[in-house]
């Protein structure tokens, strides 16, 4: 009996160490990710704090509502946001609609033969390739062969063949993720093809979708090389006609022809400056690109959950 | 939300079908199209700015940088009503603008001084000669001249760092005119950049650094940089770059004046460009001062004016940027 209490004993000192050690082990790992994970949001910290305290003086009314300038002070944004504004919806309604498409029938449709494989492989590849590639080929295709000239909706179709690959592989990738129990159950009650993929498929893989093309979006509004490839302009002091009229046809598509510069080129184009004060411009801008970036990002997220809580199955 | 979203779809579909349908009626709205040098950027952009403020918006101008080359691309293909030069239209370009039958009219609108900057704590170098700016620059100097004492055995024995303009800019064709002799002969291991922020961060933090860029940029940045004044010959005094030195003709061979071209059918048969360059020749003078560019003296504007008002269509260089003309004399070549 009293040989075999400090037995115990030490087995039990034993075991404690070891759950000593391994929590040791746990807290070290934690640490290194914490650090890990520090070094990526810090650095974008600490840009994003640089930008707004260079750019501070510029954040008010009158940078977002006054035309460019050569007065740094007065110089403003509104030709830059409202062109980015209007690049973006050509971009968002022309690469949603195909890239959902797009993604929809490679995953439901198409046979799984060599040819799609090879598609897939491209679509994959297309996502990794420099956006200044896609700038030179819209500058052949869009503006010289097809003659649309260096447009709004030139600039927003270039955005949108760049953003296409990441919306083609955001959309497989939710409808993949939709367990196979739910096509199933929904032929065996003698749903047509169709009525699988807009009642179900479409419906459930939406979260991952939209996040996919919201992601998508925020990418194409820092684009800078490909627009200044096709040719936007730095200086220009009036707005594209507006796109919504008081007398009939109410809609007006004049704007798509029009020229035009986004953020990012404005903010490039104060930054070579030579005066200073157009640098807390550039910076101001800067500031704003990112802002819009985590404002579309945070949506995303936010939706994504909002609409995985509403599904059950 | 499935049907929704298939609506949506549809909605999508329907405005892509309305792009097929261009809208043809943008002839009579009135613009004038700017593109070209980014040196002449600051000039333009003022008179542009000054113009739509004093129509109320009836017409419209617009304004890029593609650079002297590519802007005069777009020119010689007819894209384009004005483009701004950093240098003369050289014969390539003369050629192109010939082929696709377009004429223009060469309007100088003001002088820019190539500085040659240095360090602050690069003691030195105070006055550079020309053949010393060709030893460091020429084409035979790559891989060879390395060192400050190469280039001038008073010199210390320290690695010399060279910045200097991207080869698609005006300045660097004119740079290499000026100083090697050949525009575009250059050596080509140095640190180049179209963007001359670079080059004044790159000089500012290297004692060993030399480079060069438009006036306007050393001026901007004299706590960081100090400019070096130019032996043009040997006998000949140091000049340093200023306003009075080039207005002067005295800062050589490194200041040069700065153009834009005007589509003569444009000139002739679209009122909104006639009325926006005599605008700008009118307005130059100020404007010009404004944005840290050196005005041409009274006499000069004055030549430059009757010579637009004569439409006169054609270059005084004959597709070579020629350095030191005096600009009265260079208006009088184009008969």
């Known amino acids: 009996m009293t040989t075999q209490q400090p037995a115990v004993l030490k087995n039990l000192d034993e075991v ?117 590639i896609y700038g030179l080929l819209a500058l052949g295709l869009f503006v010289y062969i097809l003659d649309l000239g260096q447009s709004i909706l030139t600039a927003g179709l270039t955005l949108a ?92 598509f004049e704007w798509l022809q029009s020229g035009f510069t986004v953020l990012p080129i404005q903010m490039f184009n104060w930054l070579s400056r030579p005066d200073h004060a157009f640098h807390t411009n550039a910076a101001a801008t800067g500031a704003i690109i990112i802002i819009v970036t985590l404002l579309m990002n945070g949506t995303a997220i936010w939706l994504r959950y909002r609409i995985r809580k509403n599904i059950k199955w | 939300m499935q049907f929704k979203f298939a609506k949506t779809l549809g909605v999508a579909a329907a405005v892509a079908g309305l792009y097929a349908a261009p809208a ?75 082929e696709a039958g377009i004429q223009y009219i060469e309007l100088p609108v003001a002088y820019d001084a190539l500085t040659v900057v240095l360090n602050p704590k690069n003691d030195w170098a105070k006055n550079i000669t020309v053949a010393e700016l060709k030893k460091m620059w020429e084409p035979a100097a790559q891989g060879k001249v390395k060192t400050w004492k190469q280039v001038n055995a008073a010199w210390p024995d320290k690695p010399l760092k060279l910045f200097g303009a991207g080869a698609d800019s005006g300045t660097f064709d004119y740079f290499t005119e000026a100083i090697v002799g050949k525009a575009k002969s250059s050596r080509g291991d140095f640190t180049a950049s ?71 059918t444009a000139a002739a048969f679209k009122p909104e460009v006639k009325e926006f360059v005599n605008f700008y020749l009118k307005n130059a003078p100020e404007l010009v001062k404004e944005v840290k560019y050196i005005p041409l003296p009274a006499n000069e504007y004055a030549a430059v004016n009757a010579h637009w008002k004569a439409l006169k269509p054609g270059t005084g260089f004959g597709g070579v940027p020629e350095v030191g003309v005096k600009i009265e004399e260079l208006l009088k070549r184009i008969k």
């Open chain 1, 16 to 132: 404690r160490a070891m759950i000593r050690r391994h929590k040791l082990n746990d807290y070290i790992f934690s640490i290194i990710g914490l650090i890990a994970l520090m070094v990526g949001l810090l650095t974008l910290l600490t840009l994003f704090v640089d930008l707004v305290m260079d750019g501070y003086p510029r954040f008010n009314q009158e940078f977002l509502s006054n035309f460019p300038s050569r007065r740094a002070g007065s110089a403003g944004l509104l030709t830059a946001w409202v062109g980015s504004l209007l690049v973006m919806t050509v971009t968002f309604v022309t690469a949603v609609p195909l890239g959902v498409a797009a993604g929809v029938y490679l995953e439901e449709y198409a046979p799984k033969n060599w040819f799609t494989d090879l598609i897939e492989i491209n679509v994959s590849n297309l996502a990794g390739v420099p956006s200044i």
């Open chain 2, 194 to 264: 179209e963007d001359d922020n670079v080059l004044v961060q790159g000089v500012s933090q290297d004692v060993n650094a030399i480079g060069y860029f438009g006036y306007a940029y050393y001026e901007e940045n004299q706590d960081k940089l100090k400019a070096a004044a130019i032996v043009e010959k040997a006998g000949k005094p140091a000049v340093m770059p200023s306003p009075q030195t080039v207005m002067n003709g005295t800062y050589q061979p490194l200041s040069r004046p700065i153009f834009i071209y005007v589509n003569a």
């Open chain 1, 161 to 252: 063949l760049l953003i296409l690959p990441v919306v083609i592989v955001t959309t497989r990738e939710s409808i993949r993720a939709i367990p196979v129990s739910i096509r199933e159950g929904a032929y065996a009650v003698g749903a047509t093809k169709w009525q699988v993929v807009s009642d179900h498929i479409l419906h459930y893989s939406f979260g991952g979708i939209l996040t996919g093309i919201i992601i998508g979006m925020a990418r194409a509004l820092g684009e800078t090389a490909p627009v200044i490839t096709i040719g936007a302009l730095t200086f220009i002091a009036f707005l594209p006609p507006a796109p919504v009229m008081a007398e009939p046809p109410f809609l007006n």
């Open chain 2, 24 to 98: 043809t009626v943008l002839a009579a709205e009135k613009i004038v199209k700017i593109d070209g040098s980014s040196t002449v950027y600051p000039i333009t952009e003022a008179v542009a700015e000054e113009f739509q403020i004093s129509k109320k918006g009836a017409v419209k101008v617009t304004v890029g940088i593609s650079g002297t080359g590519g802007g005069f691309k777009k020119f010689c293909r007819g894209e384009t009503d004005i483009s701004g030069a950093s240098r003369p239209i050289l014969q390539k370009e003369m050629d192109a603008c010939k």
